[in-house]
């Protein structure tokens, strides 16, 4: 919000200058021989004022803080900072591992400069493009962190070039491709980024004509969304983005153990797609975060399917009487103590009125509807498990139209 201030006698003189809105700038080219992003906090060729940054290099693809040090004119300085490595104390600086020394182009489209430690290497770097900031501008290397964890982890906006060109250039990397996998009418292969180590699907080919385009959108989109925050994690070893000092967990420079997180597909057809992304994820704090989520798309138009989308009855996403009767009704109940025993504990019939998710199982005898518990408190996370498996034919009555077309063979 701008301020105005009057003086009786000057209020018609007087005019006030607004500031330039800071445009954060993505530039990319290499230190030496090895591939580089860098992100400023706005344009080094026409801004005032120090400028701090961050960068990736592409063969790695987690931030690394670049703090402002000295400006004069085009030309900067930053600092690098080096990994904590338990050198860090909350409240003061991380430890420096090399200085940066450019000059940015009269048009700033291209910067040069240098990048100093034990030795001096070139840097040349050219600019990728920008994006636009709303709130307040960004002064520091986290305050760049802060804007990905934001848009894209807590907001869930789509990486593009106008978004982020910055993180578009991160994400946007070469994959290693699996073996092709699933049925004659529909296939897929899981693609792995070898900076992040865990593998995602792609739909590779749909009988009919069918455009698997709208669904590896959403994949992708989840993919990327991931790497983001394995990356992000990753990035915590710094002292730039630690906003409250050290995490215990999280200074030791790994990707929250995303790279063991699974993603399995349970059904794809020409129509509808459905899988499961389970894992244990930690990045500091009080608890892992465990989960086991089931996901169905119709492939089509990608749109991603929840329980009212699938089933009659549906209130505010939580089953109505009808289906959580169905589902205690034809869940078979153990008949061992220990399971017994466990099944009280968590008060599954109970958690069938709130956490019910439903999804497809493809298999030689065709689809079969599955329904689970997703999303329960952290404290009875264990309890989270498939209740039942039905030919769909046995819930027919209880399919709203659109969700019975998708499952029609």
Known sequence: MIRRMFWPLAAATLAFAVPAKADPVTYKGTLGKTGVV???????????????????????????????????????????????????????????????????????????????????????????????????????????????????????????????????????????VGEKKGWPDASYHDVTDPRTKFARPRVVELAGGVSPAAANAVLQARHWRDELDALGCKAMQYAGFQEYGPIPGAEDGTLGDYDGTISEVRALTPKLMSWMESGSTFCGGAHPNNYADAFTMDVRNGKL???????????????GPSLVAFVKEKRAKPADQTDINFENDCGIDE?????????????????????????????????????IELPVADVGELLTPQFAELLAQ
């Open 38 to 176: 860098v992100e400023l906090t706005d344009d080094p060729a026409t801004s005032q004022g120090q400028l701090a940054g961050r960068c990736f290099y592409r063969s790695q693809g987690a931030d690394i803080p670049l703090q402002a040090k000295s400006r004069k004119g085009r030309s900067l300085e930053l600092s690098e900072e080096e990994a904590c490595k338990d050198k860090c104390e909350e409240g003061k600086p991380g430890p420096i591992g090399a200085v940066w020394k450019l000059t940015a182009s009269a048009d700033g489209k291209t910067l040069e400069g240098s990048w100093t430690a034990r030795k001096t290497l070139p840097i040349k770097l050219e600019r990728a493009g920008s994006r636009s900031v709303e709130g307040d501008a960004p002064k520091s290397p986290l305050d760049l962190y802060n804007f990905t964890d934001e848009t894209f982890l807590v907001g869930d906006a789509n990486v593009t070039m106008e978004t982020s060109p910055y993180d578009y250039l991160r994400l946007d990397a070469p994959l290693e």
């Open 351 to 387: 958690l069938i009125g709130q956490y019910l998710v439903g999804s497809v199982k493809r298999d030689d005898s065709g689809l079969k509807l599955v329904f689970g518990l997703q999303g329960l408190p952290h404290v009875i996370q264990a309890c989270a498990d498939d209740l």
């Open 305 to 319: 399917f929840g329980l009212g989308d699938m089933f009659k009855g549906v209130v505010d996403g939580a089953p």
